[in-house]
């Protein structure tokens, strides 16, 4: 079982909808949870991190995470074309000197169609 | 403030071969962290480096090695160059500080193909 799974999609879903994007972990001393976005040909750029469980907001954007469920997600309202990339969820292992060792999940492909 | 920048972003190389990827950290970070990505996965990450020092490593072998220098930037090196090299490399930066801090800025990386 990898440590963190993703589905990876695609998802296509139309203009306006609530997108959710989800993963599952195994290690339960994860404590850092993160999402990121890639559009094609790019690095990954942070939108959110989370630590513990709940919930956290920023603009159209929530991350959700349920430790006791070992699944995080994160909610897209409102969506729009130029959210059309790749969205990759992101922790770090509770280890010294880890803090660089993010471990991805294989990313969700998203496309939002006008 | 300028971002992450790696050169090239785009190399071709033959099997056997070494290959230098290069890392310019962002303005005022001080850690530089690598990793691998092949088409369709997440990135998987190589090692870390801080005050030029490798300071935490992944599951990939030896020929992977790499350098932080005094200005922070970093070089990968991979030797003998294997056909599943092939994949996207990323460098990521941070201003490393004792308890959290995971604001890795990332470059566009580095697109290697080995033939």
């Known amino acids: 079982q990898k440590e963190v799974e993703q589905d990876p999609g695609p998802l296509s879903v139309p203009e306006g909808a609530i997108v959710s994007l989800n993963c599952t972990y195994s290690n339960s001393a994860f404590q850092y949870f993160m999402w990121y976005r890639q559009y094609s040909r790019k690095g990954p750029e942070l939108l959110m991190y989370?630590?513990?469980?709940g919930n956290k907001e920023d603009g159209r954007f929530t991350a959700q995470v349920d430790k006791s469920s070992k699944y995080i997600s994160l909610f897209i309202r409102d969506s729009q074309p130029s959210d059309s990339a790749t969205y990759l969820c992101a922790m770090i292992p509770p280890m010294v000197g880890s803090q660089g060792n993010l471990i991805f999940g294989k990313g969700t492909k998203l496309s939002v169609k006008p | 403030e300028t971002g992450v920048t790696q050169s090239p972003t785009h190399l071709i190389k033959t099997r056997g071969q070494q290959v230098t990827l290069r890392c310019s950290s962002q303005?005022?970070?001080?850690?530089v962290s690598w990793y691998q990505q092949a088409l369709g996965q997440g990135p998987q990450f190589i090692f870390q480096?801080?005050?030029?020092?490798?300071?935490g490593r992944g599951n990939f072998p030896p020929r992977f090695s790499g350098l932080q220098f005094p200005n922070y930037s970093s070089e990968l090196n991979v030797n003998a160059l294997e056909l599943d090299d092939s994949a996207l490399y990323l460098c990521a930066s941070t201003q490393f500080r004792t308890g959290t801090n995971y604001g890795y800025t990332f470059g566009s990386g580095t697109r290697l193909t080995v033939v």
């Open positions: 303005s005022g970070h001080n850690t």
């Open positions: 480096y801080y005050r030029e020092e490798e300071n």
């Open positions: 989370t630590y513990s469980s």
